[in-house]
Nanobody, 126 residues
Framework: QVQLVESGGGFLQAGDSLRLSCVAS????????VGWFRQAPGKGREFVAR????????SYSDAVKDRFTISRDTTENTVTLQMNNLNIEDTAVYYC???????????????????WGQGTQVTVSS
């Protein structure tokens, strides 16, 4: 089981930028991809971005495309989510998740990921 620890959350104002980090440990050689999801109060967990581990292919939700950037450092086993031009709708707990299975999957579905971090809170005010 891959262990994941998120960090970097905080309280910001609309228009600010923030960088979240996700550090993986354990059998990281099993990682096929890492995704970021978020969950706002009273809502389900929502896909934000995904990056494949080997070639670094990026995918984004429409809500964050052109504002957020996902990247990974395979030597440091770290995935970063750079978030720019934040707005109130970005307020949520942000989770990173690792997929350790091979094969085709829907990267926007929580069930496609095997290991999850504990989450980090991001709060954006107007």
């Amino acid at each position: 089981q891959v262990q994941l620890v998120e960090s970097g959350g905080g309280f910001l104002q609309a228009g600010d930028s923030l960088r979240l980090s996700c550090v993986a440990s354990g059998p990281t050689y099993l990682i096929d991809a890492v995704g970021w999801f978020r969950q706002a109060p009273g809502k389900g967990r929502e896909f934000v971005a995904r990056i494949t581990w080997t070639i670094g292919r990026e995918s984004y939700s429409d809500a964050v495309k052109d504002r957020f950037t996902i990247s990974r450092d395979t030597t440091e086993n770290t995935v970063t989510l750079q978030m720019n031009n934040l707005n109130i709708e970005d307020t949520a707990v942000y989770y990173c998740a690792a997929r350790t299975r091979a094969g085709w999957y829907d990267f926007a579905q929580t069930a496609s990921y095997d290991d999850w971090g504990q989450g980090t809170q991001v709060t954006v005010s107007s």
